[in-house]
């Protein structure tokens, strides 16, 4: 299944903010790029110590960004915009 394709389907150009709760990089991924331009990804998901997640540098220069949230870190407002 190709979740990136299903989020822009169910919303044309993405979601606003979307979460990842398991810590497995493939759906950080995922989750990252089902992003609008200018919005946020948060990792909630805690994954082995040495986890890498790439993703690609253009949506990061198109303003998408990822934070990560443990024990309640994220200020709700600023991480994830209405």
């Given at each position: ?61 198109s303003g998408r960004r990822m ?9 709700l407002r600023p991480s994830f915009?209405?």
């Amino acid at each position: 299944m190709d979740v990136v394709a299903e989020i822009n389907a169910a919303v044309p150009g993405g979601v606003d903010f979307s979460s990842d709760c398991v810590g497995r990089p493939a759906i950080l991924r995922q989750a990252f790029e089902g992003l609008k331009v200018m919005d946020t990804c948060g990792l909630l998901g805690v994954p082995p110590y040495g986890t890498e997640v790439s993703v690609p540098m253009q949506a990061l220069l198109s303003g998408r960004r990822m934070v990560g949230i443990i024990e309640g870190t994220a200020t709700l407002r600023p991480s994830f915009p209405r």
